[in-house]
């Protein structure tokens, strides 16, 4: 960038003009520049002076009346193709319900940390602190995108503090519920769902995205490497959502037994007319297309209330499988970290000492032997 004064005399009587030159326009090949004008040469250095120090500093944008909108849908859409559909529905939420209403039609340019903190004064009625802090995240997302494209200098969220999240609530079975809970599902098409989620603590899409592949009888194990999500009316089967979600996972003899139960009933069922399982899923529609999270967690809601059983969603069993490994069970949290998926475990239990299989063999077996001899009295 280069400036430069140069003297005209116009109808307002204003005498010296600033020119800043921009260079070439990369897409148009055009040279941009910018004008500014003033009735004294002494202005016109001064004005000249502080964009030479702004591009020293900070590096010179060109003004523009772009919003907030347009930049956050520009960004959106360079970064659509690498995203896993679950995540562009939330971003896609976190933009047109929570970013847009809010600072959307500000110009980028003119956005301040004080903007910002007026949205999150009104967020705080309607969303918890965790979805709050999902929000801010994405808006830091879109205006480091604006800094790349040079749309602003500088990010006014380097100003604003995230929102401390308190530690969510979820409610867990007792281990002698959880017998009960089996007990009612006996020789149901939810038995052998619950009897895996009980001895893995699988995310529900994870277990839904379970292929016949994913189960070694010989070394009593559950691989974990899909996962079912359901956007906008559609089913897309991708992988888990971290690198360490893809694990492997030690289960009981009798889950095994159990499945190879499942396996031989699954193959002599009669299937109708249309029939394609193509995924080779575990669970799955009478037309052997995947099942949905939200049709399976309302059967789930439904058998609970069925049977005259506490309410938790099915994600709380996930829960309880940690709880139970951990407080009863005996189970170090690192094994237990390992078997959730979860990319880390917190700092305080990172002292602890990570498991070995053999380790998590002796846990899972005596939550399978208790499960078993409860669920025979439940």
Same mark, same amino acid.
Request: aromatic share 8%; with cysteine; charged share 25%.
């Given at each position: 960038? $280069? !400036? ?22 990369? $897409? !148009? ?46 960004? =959106?859409?360079?970064?659509?193709? &690498?995203?896993?559909?679950?995540? /562009? ?23 301040? &940390? ?8 009104? @967020?705080?009625?309607? @969303?918890?602190? $965790? ?14 995108? /604006? *800094?790349?494209? &040079? ?5 006014? %969220?380097? +100003? ?17 519920? %959880? ?10 098409? %939810? ?15 994870? @277990? ?27 089913? +897309? ?5 971290? !690198? ?31 029939? *394609? ?5 575990? =669970?799955?529609? *009478? ?10 967690? &309302?059967? =789930? ?18 829960? !309880? ?9 005996? %189970? ?19 002292? +602890? ?11 899972? *077996? ?13």
């Amino acid at each position: 960038m $280069t !400036t430069y004064i140069r003297k005209r005399n116009n109808k307002n009587g204003k005498a010296y003009q600033v020119v800043v030159d921009l260079g070439k326009d990369v $897409t !148009t090949g055009k040279r941009k520049r910018e004008f500014r004008s003033f009735s004294t040469l002494a202005e016109a250095k001064r004005y000249q002076a502080h964009c030479q120090g702004q591009l020293y500093v900070n590096g010179y944008v060109a003004k523009s009346n772009i919003t907030v909108q347009t930049v956050a849908d520009e960004w =959106f859409a360079s970064v659509k193709a &690498s995203l896993k559909p679950t995540s /562009a529905r939330g971003y896609k939420v976190n933009i047109n319900n929570h970013i847009v209403p809010h600072i959307g039609s500000v110009p980028i340019q003119y956005l301040r &940390s004080t903007a910002i903190k007026v949205m999150i004064a009104s @967020l705080e009625k309607q @969303l918890s602190a $965790t979805s709050i802090k999902y929000v801010l995240r994405n808006l830091s997302q879109i205006l480091k995108y /604006a *800094e790349q494209q &040079s749309y602003i200098v500088k990010n006014p %969220m380097k +100003y604003v503090p995230i929102p401390k999240s308190g530690k969510p609530k979820f409610l867990t079975y007792s281990v002698e519920e %959880m017998a009960k809970l089996i007990k009612s599902v006996k020789g149901t098409a %939810m038995e052998l769902p619950i009897l895996i989620e009980a001895e893995t603590g699988l995310r529900l899409g994870e @277990l839904l995205g379970l292929s016949w592949d994913n189960i070694n009888l010989e070394k009593m194990t559950i691989t974990v490497n899909k996962t079912v999500s359901y956007v906008e009316g559609k089913i +897309y089967i991708t992988s888990p959502k971290t !690198t360490k979600s893809n694990r492997e996972i030690v289960v009981s003899a009798t889950l095994i037994e159990a499945i190879k139960s499942y396996k031989e009933k699954e193959e002599s069922t009669k299937r109708p007319k249309g029939y *394609e399982n193509k995924n080779n899923l575990l =669970f799955h529609k *009478e037309n052997g297309q995947p099942l949905t999270n939200s049709s399976f967690s &309302s059967k =789930f809601a439904s058998t609970l209330k069925k049977n005259g059983l506490k309410h938790i969603r099915f994600h709380d069993l996930r829960h !309880t499988h940690a709880s139970l490994l951990y407080n009863k069970y005996g %189970m170090n949290i690192k094994s237990v970290s390992d078997r959730l998926g979860h990319s880390k475990v917190s700092t305080t239990m990172d002292y +602890y000492v990570g498991g070995t299989g053999d380790i998590q063999k002796a846990g899972i *077996e005596k939550l399978a032997k208790d499960l078993n001899s409860l669920e025979r009295t439940a």
